[in-house]
Every structure is written in C-alpha cells, then in structure tokens.
C-alpha cells in the first residue's frame, strides 16, 4: 500500500521554464510534508517542508503547494536551472509516527540547456 | 561538521550470507534512521533508533534487524541474504528530541550499495 504516490518516473523541462514535480497521498493522518533531492551516488539532501496548517511555502526558487482537500502537494522550481538535474522525493510524515518518513517513488528531472 | 558516515560503501554477497551495516550519525544527533531504496520503490523506512532504542519499525521481515550504541551509531544486520535484498541502503540522522517527531531535515549518509549474488 503506497501512502505517497509520485505518479510520473520523469520529468523534461527546458533552462528557465518552471518544472512542476506532483504528489499525492492517501493518509488522512500525514500533517508535515517534505522533498528531497538526490543526486546519483550521493545521499538524499532536505529542499523544503510545509505543515498541513499552510498551504504554500517558498525558499528562493523552489515553492511547494499543499492541497489537503485533494492530498496533493506539489514542488515548484522557478526558473529551471541544469543543476536542479536530479530525482525528487517527496516525503510525509504523521505526529504518531515518530520519526518515521513515508517516501514516494521519486520523479527523475531532467533540465536541457 | 562532519555528515552522515555509512561503511562499507560497496559490498557483494551471496545468497544466505549475513551482511552488517554500520552509520555515524552528525555529531549530536541522537535519532538515526534505515531506509532502502530499490528501483522503482523509493526510499522504504526499515527502522528508526533513539537513544539505543528502536523507537519505530518498517514493514519488513525480521531478517533485517539494527540496533544503536551509546554513542548514537547504528547498524543494520540482514542475515540469510536473498537476492532482493540488493539495494542501496541510506541511513539518516536528525536531532529529533525524545518524543518528538521529525518536522525538519534528515540528514542522509551516501549509503551503503548491497549486491547480492
């Protein structure tokens, strides 16, 4: 049972375009929300988070959406750089669990000069 | 400061060995976390320790087993290696205080890659 669903493997933008990575769950219980990035042969690194109280978030480039009605959260890149080139995890957790991370499946993307 | 240390980086083992992992966390952080990842699976939460105590466990066989020091390292046992147990594995540390939940970062080591063959 997947509680965290990234449905697209992946993801091509052009330089400067804005890149829109999704994710949805089904957990009525999920109240924090997270993304990673990972870069090949190294650790997964901590973007931006949000608390099921707000509905958006914003640090520089990268703004994050919640929905709770839909369960829906999506990571908004603006605008789209090479380096951003990696795979996004998003991530959920709930205040009885500690400090366990439910992780999707990861959107691989891909940004052409 | 110093991050996230996983050792061995790479190891290959055969089917029925048992395999040990070990992680260092951040220095001053007391909650450490296991997850795998496998292709197409994400990243999949196998056990979190604090203070030497498993404070949450994955959905895993017990086959995978950890336990966590004094000085907050961790490591990770497998034994009776099947072959889906190749994966890489990540272990994350945060300063998580008792009790509480994990509402900021987790620091992730570049893991451990597991072949089994």
């Known amino acids: 049972d997947q509680q965290v669903k990234q449905n697209s493997p992946s993801l091509s933008v052009q330089e400067g375009r804005i890149s829109i990575l999704n994710c949805d769950y089904t957990n009525s219980m999920f109240d924090y929300f997270l993304w990673y990035k990972k870069y090949p042969a190294e650790g997964p690194t901590f973007l931006i988070s949000i608390s099921s109280i707000k509905d958006k978030n914003e640090d520089g480039r990268f703004t994050v959406f919640l929905n709770k009605s839909a369960k829906h959260l999506s990571l908004h890149i603006v605008p789209s750089q090479p380096g951003d080139s990696a795979v996004y995890f998003c991530?959920?957790?709930?205040?009885?669990?500690?400090?366990?991370?439910?992780f999707g499946q990861g959107t691989e993307l891909s940004v052409k000069p | 400061k110093a991050g996230v240390t996983q050792t061995p980086r790479y190891l290959i083992k055969t089917r029925g060995q048992q395999v040990t992992l070990s992680c260092s966390p951040i220095?001053?952080?007391?909650?450490v976390s296991w997850y795998q990842q496998t292709p197409g699976q994400g990243l999949q939460f196998l056990f979190e320790?604090?203070?030497?105590?498993?404070?949450n466990k994955g959905n895993f066989p017990g086959r995978f087993s950890g336990r966590q020091f004094s000085n907050s390292r961790s490591e990770m046992n497998v034994s009776t290696l099947e072959l889906g147990d190749s994966a890489l594995y990540l272990c994350?540390?945060?300063?998580?205080?008792?009790?509480?939940?994990?509402?900021?970062?987790?620091?992730f080591g570049e893991g451990s890659r597991l072949t089994v063959l």
């Open positions: 991530a959920a957790s709930a205040d009885n669990q500690g400090g366990k991370l439910i």
């Open positions: 320790y604090f203070s030497e105590t498993q404070r």
């Open positions: 220095s001053g952080h007391r909650s």
């Open positions: 994350a540390s945060s300063y998580r205080t008792s009790g509480g939940r994990n509402t900021g970062e987790l620091f």
